[in-house]
């Protein structure tokens, strides 16, 4: 009889417990829905951040990072209440836990879906019936990647109004009929097969990312900001890849503001019936990757553009200065920004940047190779409008050598050297008689290891003694306490991060 009384005071304090709880828990709400800076938001106002924080999610490297959005739907009933009545929140299907699939797929409602077709996925078949929704529905299609060519390809031959980002891989064809020719907002296409010289459903193609054949005269190019062509593979007849039915296809493209080419050594060089360039005035945007040394780099004498923005070319092994004078030439006759003063030379890339009034700087002229770099100084006398105040040497860690050096470059009042441990000859080409960069005015050395070297501490101090230097600047350095007390005798140091 008293265990039984035990028991029901036990269960009547419980009770009370959770009354108590949920009582709580009715505040917490009441407090959050009346508390909250966000509790006058509209309920569009919140998908939209939401979304905004799902497209962040999306660019992490991580599994399923594209749900991680989702942890807004914790915060609060509100908060959870919005995400769950957005259908385009649900509509991701290209990185999901089988298990979610059935659920994303009812919280999606009507919404357009973002799809990848792999192999892998179907030997599990969790999106079976998604695909076989889409086939009879592809009104349900916004983002597509397909991966491999079976069925699942020819049976999508009815339109497809809400078809935005189309993705093929190598080896998927597509068929005549596909989406009945009716795709109206499609606006990307990444394809690595041949397409043919018309495709209705192309019309409003603005974005190509291309391995196949060009065909100039193609309408579907007529209408494209952004080209990406690569030819990095080709191993044919230079006659059907060559640059100048590159060119001829340009013609075709009055709209087009970012250009990257990626081009083989097969690819040929032929200008012969070619008199004047091809005018792209809103051509702003220009990647060039190089897989020989001569011929092809002359495409750069048949561009003519307003105003080039952002540069950038990628040379084989034995380069010289004719290979990459062309490209000089035709920066200097359509660059029209500020000089470009800040130049960075890391590993075997040389880039100019533009400097801001706040001190940040953008990379707009690079030249990538393979192997080391022809006559840094003679690529900078190519370029009147790069005149270098600050010089940035990035070293390869792993590689122990002397800098690249402008020694005779007179505009230079900025010099940094960043990372690796010291060649033993370092800083010889800096001891001379006539000390290098004449303008130099601050030297800022950053993650130098100077141990077990420490006579290169007197040629540093040697140099600074006979130049103008003002400033010496030590970032995370290996540099023992008395070799800085040496420097400090000739020149003003900083040492940061502590210099050991």
Same mark, same amino acid.
């Given at each position: 009889?008293?265990?039984?009384q035990?028991?029901?005071?036990?269960?009547?304090?419980?009770?009370?417990?959770?009354?108590?709880?949920?009582?709580?828990?009715?505040?917490?709400?009441?407090?959050?829905?009346?508390?909250?800076?966000?509790r006058?938001?509209?309920?569009?106002?919140?998908?939209?951040?939401?979304?905004?924080?799902?497209?962040?999610c999306?660019?992490?490297?991580?599994?399923?990072?594209?749900?991680?959005?989702?942890?807004?739907t914790?915060?609060?009933?509100?908060?959870?209440?919005?995400?769950?009545k957005?259908?385009?929140?649900?509509?991701?299907?290209?990185?999901?836990?089988?298990?979610?699939?059935?659920?994303?797929?009812?919280?999606?409602?009507?919404?357009?879906?973002?799809?990848?077709?792999?192999?892998?996925?179907?030997?599990?078949?969790?999106?079976?019936?998604?695909?076989?929704?889409?086939?009879?529905?592809?009104?349900?299609?916004?983002?597509?990647?397909?991966?491999?060519?079976?069925?699942?390809?020819?049976?999508?031959?009815?339109?497809?109004?809400?078809?935005?980002?189309?993705?093929?891989?190598?080896?998927?064809?597509?068929?005549?009929?596909?989406l009945?020719?009716?795709?109206?907002?499609?606006?990307?296409?990444?394809?690595?097969?041949?397409?043919?010289?018309?495709?209705?459903?192309?019309?409003?193609?603005?974005?190509?990312?291309?391995?196949?054949?060009?065909?100039?005269?193609?309408t579907?190019?007529?209408k494209?900001?952004?080209?990406?062509?690569?030819?990095?593979?080709?191993?044919?007849?230079?006659?059907?890849?060559?640059?100048?039915?590159?060119?001829?296809?340009?013609?075709?493209?009055?709209?087009?503001?970012?250009?990257?080419?990626?081009?083989?050594?097969?690819?040929?060089?032929?200008?012969g019936s070619?008199?004047?360039?091809?005018?792209?005035?809103?051509?702003?945007?220009?990647?060039?990757?190089?897989?020989?040394?001569?011929?092809?780099?002359?495409? !750069?004498? %048949? /561009?003519?553009? *307003?105003?080039?923005?952002?540069?950038v070319?990628?040379? +084989? &092994?034995?380069?010289? $200065?004719?290979?990459?004078?062309?490209?000089?030439?035709?920066?200097?006759?359509?660059?029209?920004?500020?000089?470009?003063?800040?130049?960075?030379?890391s590993?075997?890339?040389?880039t100019?940047?533009?400097?801001?009034?706040?001190?940040?700087?953008?990379?707009?002229?690079?030249?990538?190779f393979?192997?080391?770099?022809?006559?840094?100084?003679?690529?900078?006398?190519?370029?009147?409008?790069?005149?270098?105040?600050?010089?940035?040497?990035?070293?390869?860690?792993?590689?122990?050598?002397?800098?690249?050096?402008?020694?005779?470059?007179?505009?230079?009042?900025?010099?940094?050297?960043? !990372?690796? %441990? /010291?060649?033993? *000859?370092f800083?010889?080409p800096?001891?001379?008689?006539? +000390? &290098?960069?004449?303008? $130099?005015?601050?030297?800022?050395?950053?993650?130098?290891?100077?141990?077990?070297?420490?006579?290169?501490?007197?040629k540093?101090?040697?140099?600074?003694?006979?130049?103008?230097?003002?400033?010496?600047?030590?970032?995370?350095?290996?540099?023992?306490?008395?070799?800085?007390?040496?420097?400090?005798?000739?020149?003003?140091?900083?040492?940061?991060?502590?210099?050991?």
């Amino acid at each position: 009889m008293a265990e039984l009384q035990l028991k029901e005071l036990e269960d009547l304090y419980d009770k009370k417990i959770s009354e108590y709880f949920e009582l709580a828990r009715a505040f917490r709400e009441e407090r959050n829905a009346h508390c909250s800076v966000t509790r006058n938001l509209p309920a569009e106002v919140l998908s939209t951040i939401f979304a905004w924080l799902a497209s962040i999610c999306k660019n992490e490297v991580q599994k399923h990072s594209h749900l991680r959005w989702m942890v807004v739907t914790h915060v609060c009933r509100v908060w959870r209440n919005v995400a769950l009545k957005e259908p385009t929140l649900w509509t991701d299907f290209t990185d999901l836990h089988p298990n979610w699939v059935r659920e994303m797929f009812a919280r999606s409602m009507a919404a357009p879906l973002i799809l990848q077709y792999d192999q892998n996925i179907n030997q599990s078949n969790p999106l079976d019936f998604v695909f076989q929704h889409v086939i009879e529905s592809p009104e349900r299609i916004k983002e597509l990647e397909i991966y491999v060519k079976d069925d699942f390809v020819d049976l999508l031959v009815k339109p497809a109004p809400f078809l935005e980002d189309l993705f093929t891989d190598s080896g998927v064809e597509l068929p005549p009929n596909f989406l009945a020719g009716v795709a109206p907002r499609l606006h990307s296409l990444t394809c690595s097969e041949d397409l043919p010289l018309e495709v209705p459903w192309l019309g409003n193609l603005t974005k190509l990312v291309y391995q196949g054949r060009l065909h100039p005269t193609a309408t579907y190019l007529s209408k494209l900001t952004f080209l990406e062509l690569d030819w990095d593979w080709v191993d044919e007849d230079s006659t059907v890849y060559n640059i100048d039915i590159i060119l001829s296809a340009l013609e075709n493209m009055p709209l087009l503001q970012h250009l990257s080419l990626s081009l083989s050594s097969q690819v040929g060089d032929v200008f012969g019936s070619r008199s004047v360039p091809v005018h792209l005035p809103y051509l702003r945007d220009i990647t060039v990757c190089f897989s020989r040394t001569t011929g092809v780099a002359a495409i !750069f004498d %048949y /561009l003519q553009v *307003n105003n080039i923005e952002r540069l950038v070319t990628r040379w +084989p &092994p034995n380069q010289d $200065l004719t290979m990459v004078t062309p490209v000089c030439h035709f920066f200097e006759r359509y660059y029209h920004g500020d000089n470009l003063q800040y130049l960075l030379h890391s590993k075997k890339e040389v880039t100019f940047h533009r400097t801001h009034s706040n001190g940040a700087h953008t990379p707009v002229l690079t030249f990538r190779f393979l192997a080391q770099p022809p006559s840094l100084a003679g690529v900078v006398g190519l370029l009147p409008r790069c005149t270098p105040h600050v010089y940035a040497i990035h070293q390869d860690s792993f590689k122990i050598e002397p800098p690249p050096t402008l020694a005779a470059c007179d505009t230079i009042e900025e010099l940094h050297i960043s !990372f690796g %441990y /010291l060649h033993p *000859n370092f800083f010889d080409p800096f001891d001379a008689s006539t +000390p &290098p960069y004449p303008s $130099l005015r601050r030297l800022y050395l950053h993650d130098l290891c100077f141990i077990h070297i420490s006579e290169q501490v007197y040629k540093l101090k040697r140099w600074i003694s006979a130049s103008r230097i003002e400033h010496l600047t030590l970032t995370k350095c290996s540099l023992r306490e008395e070799d800085i007390a040496p420097l400090q005798e000739v020149v003003a140091v900083t040492v940061l991060a502590d210099a050991t």
